[in-house]
């Protein structure tokens, strides 16, 4: 599905601030496969997730969606398979349109937009249907504008939108940072569900250990430009954060932020 | 009594003539949030296509039409040098309105064209007894159309991406829209609706000048920060009403003011001190308060 060879970024190339963000990564990622990446801050998980966006295009190596070669595909073409939520969660959602106007947009992610009639009763009625099961009462709010919704409203709006058009690959830069506890686990367990329900090819990148654990099929963890280590399959299921400390605490300073997050799921015994 | 109604009538017919003015920043300045300056030069551009097109002995209408298209020209010129060229907003704005001066200077032959002894599109409505009226009703037709036609776009897909080009570019962009090519063809609707304001006042005062356009924006601006006060508007709707009502009510505060005894000579330095106003008091009075009616500024 993705593949990632040799990838590289420097920034500031040449200069006494020159900084390797990503040194010759490579990564291969299923279809279907839900991947979280977890690291410090610098360790270059952010720009991983914007190389493989478009936003940043690498110094070295190459990209393949699908066996595609995009690496010098502009961001907006990329559109069309890739489905994108940020930390912050006024960056998803045009905050003067409306809750309608918005999904609207995402329906057409990476389509021609025409003279057509922007929101139509049809998509009003589905996008009723879509909104209900959030329980969040944004089904009757439809024609508000979304600057008068909460942040974790709108985080959640935002998810959905990423999901409306089925992107074949969903880049998550730490969804569930900037909310507060429960609607933090709302969120996240509603981008769970959304993964698994449509067979999503998910990357969350998580500042947050015991999430990176709780979610996902596989994990890797990023330092200093490099992927530090992969796991996956039995050993993620096992994984707890006591044993990634022990295996990896000598070798990687934790910061302690990573190490306090409240696991996801409320109490786990770790 | 008269003085009154006179004042009211100058008023709406001034307001309504450049009422597409404060439409068409609007259209830039709100929309966008493109603080877009190419408005003074193609207001006069307008007014010397038009002028030069009916000296030439064409139709008005041709007149009026290649007006639009040279003022949406210009307008996607600017959004070039913004987007391609990677110039700064309001110096890309600043740019080609300087170019047009000369543009217009070319187009006229002169600095001013008087077009009193010509038939244009109001010649018609001299004659008539209800001269004001026809007139007024005129140019209303005109910028409610096109106020109506900019909220009908500004709700297709194309105009839902177009908002969000202005309020949220990233993620547009995210969403698989080219914000460079949305950015270039607003700037070519606003400043083609500056264009035919410019076009349809030279034929209505009987002259283009080389000098119609200065003060144009400040002007506009302070037309919609008048009207999106007075209508609270935040919706799309609203946002040009507010340019229509509020080209009336500014137009109107003038007539008064000079009625009063104000210098016309004062007139744009009273505009601008009324703009700075308008933009300043919020800030002084709350730090970080909603500025909704400030984007693009």
Known sequence: MLVLQSLRKIFNPNTPYEKVAIDRIDLEVKH??????????????????????????PDEGRILIDGQDVT??????????????????????????????????????????????????????????????????????????????????????????????????????????ALDPRTAEKVARLTDRIAREHHLTTIMVTHNMAQAIEMGDRMIMLHEGKIQFDIRGEEKRNLTVEAVVKRFGEKIVFEDETLLCAPVGGQRSN | MNILLGIFQISLEQGLAYALVALGIVVSFRILAFPDLTVDGSFVLGGAVV???????????????????????????????????????????????????SVNLRLMGRSNTPLINYTTLF?????????????????????????????????????????????????????GVN?????????????????LSGGLVAQHQGFADIGMGIGMIVAGLAAIIIGETLLRAKTVMRNTLAAIVGSFVYRLTITVGLWLGLAPTDLKMATGAMVILALGLPALKRGKEERFHLRGI
């Open chain 1, 32 to 57: 279907g496969e839900f991947v979280t990446v977890i690291g410090s801050n610098g360790a270059g998980k952010t720009s991983l997730l914007n190389l493989i966006a478009g936003t940043l295009l």
């Open chain 1, 72 to 177: 010098t595909v502009p961001e907006h073409r990329r559109a069309g398979y890739l489905g994108r939520i940020f930390q912050n969660p006024l960056m998803g959602t045009a905050s003067s349109m409306t809750i309608e106007e918005n999904l609207a947009m995402a329906e057409l992610r990476g389509r021609r937009r025409g003279l057509a009639w922007g929101v139509t009763r049809r998509q009003r009625e589905q996008y009723r249907n879509l909104l209900k099961p959030l329980d969040l009462g944004l089904e009757t709010r439809l024609r508000d504008r979304v600057s008068l919704l909460s942040g974790g409203e709108r985080q959640c709006l935002t998810l959905l939108m990423a999901t409306l058009s089925l992107p074949k690959l969903l880049l998550l830069d730490e969804p569930t940072a």
């Open chain 2, 51 to 101: 002028a030069r097109m009916i000296v030439l002995g064409y139709s008005p209408l041709a007149g009026v039409f290649l007006s639009v298209v040279l003022g949406f020209a210009a307008g996607c010129a600017t959004g070039l040098l913004n987007t391609r060229l990677k110039i700064n907003s309001l110096l890309a704005g600043i740019l080609i309105m300087t170019i047009l001066y």
């Open chain 2, 123 to 175: 010649t018609p409505f001299e004659e008539t007894e209800a001269r004001w009226l026809w007139v007024t009703l005129f140019f209303g037709a005109i910028a409610f159309g096109c106020k109506f036609l900019t909220d009908l776009f500004l709700h297709t897909q194309l105009g839902l991406a177009m908002r969000a080009t202005g309020d949220n570019e990233q993620m547009i962009r995210t969403l």
């Open chain 2, 179 to 195: 914000t460079d090519h949305i950015t270039v063809l607003g700037l070519g609707i606003s400043n083609a609706f500056v264009s």
